[in-house]
């Protein structure tokens, strides 16, 4: 395509008579105009932009996520060494920025916390949660403060963890004799314990629990999903 645009600009440009001269004359500074137009508005955006940390550069669509493998924490740590405790990496569209250093990880959390406490849900997220207007996904503001009073008061109150205090005790019997039930056969008490805490909730919340060696099953794969995405 650049040898086709080259060509037809030589056949351009190497007329002679008076009004193709003319014509070339109105082309160029067409041509001029624009590229300042464009100049002006490159400028104006990047004003508008914050400066970017550096990182790594990614393919168009994917960005780095074909490169960052299976041992996300291993591949953080060495793309720290060679760009520095503070770094941007795309993964796909989403431009995500990471740290590794205590002392920024203070500021963001700690000294910052306000200006960084926003969500960022992702697709399944919004869907789940009518367009990430929960407590857990929506953005931090005076609703939101609405919804942790609410949440604080109705979920974590003294009253409320008293009146589901028999449903945790139930799970755990269950778990107890589960336990007892395999005497002499290995148990993976990682899973028995998330288990257990995933049917109190579930027993707070809906009224039911994950049930047998099936729900095992279950709570053993969710416990893989979520181990490996967040743990």
Avoid at 145 to 168: C, G, H, P, W
Avoid at 174 to 201: E, H, M, Q, W
Wanted: hydrophobic share 40%; charged share 20%; glycine share 8%.
């Amino acid at each position: 395509m650049l040898n086709t645009v080259s060509a037809m600009w030589s056949r351009w440009w190497s007329a002679s008579n008076d009004k193709d001269e003319l014509s070339r004359a109105n082309f160029t500074a067409l041509v001029s105009i624009f590229a300042v137009l464009f100049w002006f508005l490159w400028a104006a955006k990047k004003s508008r932009n914050p400066p970017l940390p550096p990182g790594p550069r990614g393919l168009p669509l994917l960005g780095y996520l074909p490169f960052l493998g299976t041992n996300l924490h291993r591949k953080f740590e060495e793309l720290a060494g060679v760009y520095g405790p503070i770094y941007k990496v795309w993964l796909g569209q989403k431009l995500c920025v990471v740290i590794s250093s205590p002392s920024l990880v203070k500021e963001v959390v700690r000294d910052q916390d306000t200006i960084f406490a926003n969500r960022d849900p992702p697709i399944a997220a919004r869907v789940a949660s009518y367009g990430g207007v929960d407590i857990a996904f929506s953005s931090y503001g005076p609703e939101w403060k609405k919804l942790r009073k609410i949440f604080v008061r109705e979920m974590l109150s003294n009253a409320s963890l008293d009146s589901s205090y028999t449903l945790r005790r139930e799970e755990v019997k269950k778990s107890i004799r589960n336990v007892y039930d395999k005497i002499g056969t290995p148990i993976d008490l990682g899973v028995l314990a998330f288990v257990t805490g995933v049917n109190a909730i579930m027993n707070m919340v809906w009224g039911d629990s994950l049930q047998g060696e099936e729900g095992t099953k279950i709570g053993a794969e969710f416990k893989k999903l979520v181990g490996n995405r967040w743990c």
